[in-house]
């Protein structure tokens, strides 16, 4: 592979890490910087958002109903403009019941922004 192209490969990559990461630190300012502003992330409760402020809507609105949210990264493989992320989300529920879900998501990124994140979830 071509030190260009290895870099693209790279560039999309932190970019994935780099969302998660503001995400488990509910640094939502630090994760829409990863973000372009055409992104469309269509989640695992089939809503489709796109662009910055549907997506920081969404990602408030997890953080209030999931109480002490965290993803542990399982497993990330990237390859191109595309990466995958297996992860296992905690939370806390309304009820103080700790809960859990394993879930994938597909990320394509452009320019080293993510453009599109696909959410798949375990039932």
């Known amino acids: 592979m071509s030190p260009a192209r290895m870099d693209r490969v790279e560039s999309g990559m932190r970019a994935a890490v780099e969302y998660i990461t503001a995400l488990n630190n509910q ?6 910087q990863v973000v372009s502003e055409d992104c469309i992330a269509d989640e ?3 809503n489709i958002y796109k662009g910055k402020t549907d997506i ?6 997890d ?5 002490k949210m ?5 497993e990330f ?12 989300c905690m939370w806390v529920d309304t ?9 994938v998501d597909i990320i394509k990124t452009k ?12 039932d």
């Open 27 to 32: 640094d939502i300012i630090r994760m829409l």
């Open 44 to 46: 695992a409760n089939e």
């Open 56 to 61: 920081e809507k969404m990602v408030r609105k």
């Open 63 to 67: 953080i209030e109903e999931h109480a």
């Open 70 to 74: 965290h993803r542990d990264v399982e």
């Open 77 to 88: 493989i990237g390859f191109g403009n595309r990466c995958i992320m297996r992860w296992k």
């Open 95 to 103: 009820d103080g019941q700790e809960r859990s879900q394993r879930g």
């Open 111 to 122: 320019d080293g922004l993510i453009c599109e994140k696909l959410s798949y979830v375990k």
